[in-house]
């Protein structure tokens, strides 16, 4: 059955029956908005648009994992704020041929990620649209703790990640080249694995900036390194290369590290701390807050692209 068949109330039915409240949803599908708590008295918001053919090829992908795909896009931007997420909002463009099956599993992707941090799907909206796309917003809490910016890296601050990065661009590549392995590069593009829990620990550690990697490791950096104005160098050595990477590289012909330092779609956080703040086992050092400006790696500027753009 199709979503025309179905109708636009039928469809919106179908979808909401597949959503459960969570902690903080006080309301959710079924009115004119939702509402949802904000103990802190303030509140977190990101939005991400996901365009079929350009952010996930349904082809590649099952709904579910598209689902998972749209809502981890967004939880990430919320975390690496240092909040905890608590609802997300979707809005559906489909095709009205689309299937109905399609649209209900995506649901349940969006659902299934969502819990995974606490939070829920509290409401959105349908239309029609010859290009199928995603319009997803997140909430976050606080939790009493300040906002971890971009703008707040100092020289001397160490640099360090939580997550895995080069694991969805490599998934991409082989996916591009018409293979279906190894299954873990092509599940990692498929649906990112998120360190959530690392934002807020970040914060409540004093991070002095903080984001999610989401283009590419070298032009994220940049961003906090151009708020900070300041300079950042990693060091190519703190990255390893697992051997299913190294091994689809070397059939490929592709340098891992360009998927380590450029790849983005895998959703890891990277963060500035004060030098002599503990690190946890969740977070490793990867370089240096220095003076300058830009990305450098081991000294020298990253000859390949640093990353996505949209508009390239």
Request: glycine content about 12%.
């Amino acid at each position: 059955m199709s979503v025309a068949e179905t109708g636009e109330f039928g469809l919106i039915r179908r979808i909401t029956a597949r959503f459960s409240g969570g902690p903080s949803c006080l309301l959710g599908p079924g009115d004119d908005a939702a509402v949802v708590a904000a103990p802190d008295g303030r509140v977190v918001v990101t939005t991400d648009v996901l365009v079929d053919g350009r952010h996930f090829r349904r082809d590649w992908s099952r709904p579910a994992d598209v689902g998972h795909r749209a809502a981890a896009a967004n939880l990430a931007d919320v975390a690496a704020m240092g909040a905890v997420p608590t609802a997300l909002v979707v809005a559906l463009c489909a095709p009205p041929d689309l299937d109905v099956g399609w649209a209900e599993q995506l649901a349940d992707g969006l659902a299934e990620e969502a819990a995974l941090v606490g939070a829920s799907v509290v409401g959105g909206d349908v239309s029609a649209s010859p290009t199928l796309t995603l319009a997803v917003t997140a909430l976050g809490d606080l939790c009493g703790e300040q906002p971890v910016l971009r703008g707040g890296a100092r020289p001397g601050d160490r640099v360090a990640l939580a997550g895995r990065l080069g694991y969805a661009a490599a998934g991409y590549t082989v996916l591009s080249r018409g293979f279906r392995s190894p299954k873990l590069l092509v599940d990692a593009y498929r649906r990112p694995v998120v360190p959530y829990q690392a934002g807020p620990e970040a914060a409540r550690l004093g991070a002095t900036a903080m984001i999610d990697i989401s283009d590419g490791l070298v032009a994220d950096l940049g961003h906090i390194a151009a708020a900070s104005t300041v300079g950042i160098d990693l060091v190519r050595d703190a990255f390893e290369v697992p051997d299913p990477m190294r091994d689809a590289a070397s059939a490929l012909g592709v340098d891992p590290y360009d998927w380590i330092l450029a790849g983005g779609d895998d959703h890891a956080l990277a963060a500035t701390f004060p030098d002599g703040v503990a690190l946890p086992p969740q977070w490793r050092a990867i370089g240096t807050v220095v003076e300058g400006s830009g990305v450098t790696v081991d000294g020298r500027p990253y000859a390949g692209r640093p990353g996505w753009d949209h508009f390239r």
